[in-house]
């Protein structure tokens, strides 16, 4: 069994594959002070929950926040007696390598995102994950990453509104009936939902013009499903987008004798 490990700024999902499928997946807040003996009790709680062997004998990490991944070394160290596969370490394969500026330094989620999109959409697509920061991976006719945009995500947004006017509300993300609100609440909500929409549209429609050719866009991340109601923005919605990239990254490695 295969032990994947997607962690976050915000949540860390963990993702167990049998060789054939993914048997499930948990979600845990992302906290750099959670030691291995922790991450190991809270993992074999929800595994005996499924009731099910817990067997991993291999495991494979992405993380964007760089202090929780000692624990995560310790835990596949100690627990499963293997030594991890670390994505977006020097040593890593890539079926096809990034192409960006020289000393750029490509997050690990976006790496496992485009091998994912490649396996499963082929090549030209944009890959648009929902997370702390809204992510665009833009992946070539080759499957690599090649670039993308950065956007605040959805829920910092609404925080940092929060923040910065005291006298506004933190809401709920939820799509609005109408686009001019007739409260505080539902103007915010109009501002956020009706705004990122906006913001996905340009983005994709500037992508596309720069690339010159028509791209395939795929959904993922938890607010993915909320932005794809009848509006046509995603050919695809992906949940396990990541943790199946980091999957074959990590098959990819095992045939080149990597681990």
């Known amino acids: 069994m295969l032990l994947c490990i997607d ?14 499928e993914f048997l499930s997946h948990w979600r845990i807040s992302t906290d750099h002070r959670r030691t291995a003996d922790e991450y ?22 992405s993380t964007t926040a760089p202090r929780v991944l000692f624990n995560l070394r310790v835990l596949c160290n100690r627990y499963f007696n293997t030594r991890p596969l670390v994505v977006g370490r020097p040593e890593t394969l890539l079926p096809a390598p990034p192409r960006v500026d020289p000393g750029t330094k490509v997050g690990p989620d976006r790496l496992a995102n485009t ?22 991976d ?30 506004l509300p933190h809401v709920d993300v939820t799509m609005p009936d109408h686009v001019i609100g007739t409260n505080t609440v539902a103007c915010i909500q109009s501002g956020i939902y009706w705004g990122y929409i906006g913001l996905i549209e340009g983005l994709i429609r500037r992508i596309r013009a720069e690339r010159d050719r028509p791209m395939k866009v795929i959904g993922t ?5 909320l932005f794809d109601q009848g509006f046509d923005l995603f050919d695809a919605i992906e949940d396990d987008l990541t943790v199946h990239g980091l999957r074959l990254i990590y098959d990819y490695n095992k045939e080149a004798g990597n681990v």
Not at 9 to 15: A, C, W
Not at 41 to 48: A, D, E, K, S, Y
């Open 115 to 136: 091998v994912a999109a490649f396996d499963r959409h082929g090549g030209n697509s944009v890959v648009v994950d929902f997370g702390t920061a809204t992510n665009f």
């Open 40 to 61: 190991f009790v809270w993992l074999q709680t929800m595994i005996g929950l499924r009731h099910f062997d817990l067997d991993i004998n291999a495991c494979v990490i």
């Open 138 to 167: 833009v992946v070539d006719a080759d499957g690599a990453y090649i670039g993308g945009v950065i956007a605040p995500g959805v829920n910092l947004s609404l925080e940092a509104l929060h923040m910065a006017a005291a006298a």
């Open 221 to 225: 991340g938890g607010l993915a499903p």
């Open 7 to 20: 962690t976050g700024n915000t949540n860390s999902v963990f993702s167990i594959w049998d060789g054939k």
